[in-house]
């Protein structure tokens, strides 16, 4: 069974840094694209950033240029490093990623538990 644990997440200043860490377990083959999405109280959730295997990134406009999103492929995570944060990044922070199984070969989307990030002074 595959399963995504995220962690790292906390309160900080604004002005502050956190790293978030995402881990993939189970039986895995191949794990194409890994994200992290975000949701805040009382709005949709977005995507915050997003990379393929072979390492093509893309982000949300809002934290273009402060927020970095990399990946350990040997290790099967994923990470989000965040800096110069700002109170509108308060949020639930969500690992997502698409699943190839070993003994399948099917490819599903997968959602993690959630880490929440707070930041405020």
């Known amino acids: 069974q595959v399963q995504l644990v995220e962690s790292g997440g906390g309160l900080v200043r604004p002005g502050g840094s956190l790293r978030l860490s995402c881990v993939a377990s189970g039986s895995i083959s191949m794990i194409p694209t890994m994200a992290w999405y975000r949701q805040a109280p009382e709005k949709q959730r977005e995507l915050v950033a997003t990379?393929?295997?072979?390492?093509?990134?893309k982000y949300a406009d809002s934290v273009k240029g402060r927020f970095t999103i990399s990946r350990d492929n040997a290790k099967n995570t994923v990470y989000l490093q965040m800096n110069s944060m700002k109170p509108e990044d308060t949020a639930a922070y969500y690992c997502n990623a698409n699943i190839r199984a070993t003994w399948t070969g099917v490819t599903t989307n997968y959602w993690g538990q959630g880490t929440q990030v707070t930041v405020s002074s």
């Open positions: 990379m393929n295997s072979v390492g093509s990134t």
